[in-house]
């Protein structure tokens, strides 16, 4: 249950935000000094800047609340510095955002409201998607009706600014997977959710790193982490080709033994392609699910913290 007086924690993956950084830190700052009777620590995870990020950040002055730099030696990617700055918060209640101010922090204080009425996992869903193109749209939909049906979690609209109970982390952060989706690992473990809807604004600076295939590849590994249906479709395929193989092989024996004079070319290389194509698909599913399997029993740290410029 909540204390009286809580410590409350931000946690805000950044890269290359060195332009703005500064700007998105106040502006949380003043929303979460709304929040009565709770003290606040930023935890900044810098995930490989290329730029001045990390200086920015640390020549800020923190006033009433505390400000923890975390430091990656290179970039391991969002998830991992999601990871590395829940480990690092030491709130009751932690808020995962962006840097991007598309992440209302207007909505923090509500968000601890809800927590103190009792809700474990409070998430943001997006009721409206911005300057979306048609495209990212369409795409975002396609993977998140598919990640439904496959896993069976509702994930629709949803995104990363989430405040989360402290019991809540500690089990996030004991998770054995090294890959993962934060997103869908969430509501995977089960924990009393409210939601609060709101639309996404501008970005405040810059344009999104996540091209088209960044986003392809954290989907193929999203729904390749949640679901085996697609190895189950590998033996449906095999079953569909076998029932047209069987038919047209029927058809051929039929017209060889009634004497029927046939060419059979063009039914042979429709065979093949579809034969072949049906291969290739199949062997590129097991291959994702393989590449998973050899990433996990590496056993590599999903990050590695740079410790000489980390402010912990």
Known sequence: ???????????????DEAEGVVHVLETIVAAVRHVPEARWELVVVDDGSSDATVERVGAMEPDGYALRLVVLTRNFGKEAAILA?????????????????????????RM?????????????????????????????????????????????NASDFKLLDREVVEHYCRLPERNRFFRGLIPWMGFTTARIPFSVPPRAHGRSSWGRWRLLRLAVSALTAFSSAPLHLVTALGVFVFL?????????????????????????????????????????????????????????????????????
């Open 112 to 156: 601890v409201e809800l927590w103190r009425a009792g809700a474990q996992v409070v998430e943001a869903v997006k009721e409206n998607r911005g300057r979306e193109g048609a495209v990212s749209g369409l795409g975002a939909r396609v993977f998140y009706a598919l990640f439904s049906w496959l896993s069976g979690l509702e994930v629709a």
């Open 1 to 15: 249950m909540p204390r009286d007086t809580q410590t409350l924690s931000v946690v805000l993956p950044v890269h």
């Open 244 to 312: 047209i193989s069987a038919v047209f092989g029927s058809i051929a024996l039929y017209q060889k033994f009634t004497g029927v004079a046939v060419s059979g070319f063009t039914t042979v290389i429709l065979l093949q392609l579809l034969i072949g194509s049906v291969l290739m698909v199949s062997l590129g599913i097991i291959g994702s699910y393989l590449a998973r399997v050899f990433e996990e029993t590496k056993g590599r740290p999903p990050f590695i913290l740079d410790r000489r410029r980390s402010r912990l």
């Open 85 to 109: 700055g829940l480990e690092h918060a030491r709130g009751d209640a932690v808020v995962v955002m962006d840097a991007d101010l598309q992440h209302p922090p207007e909505l923090i204080p």
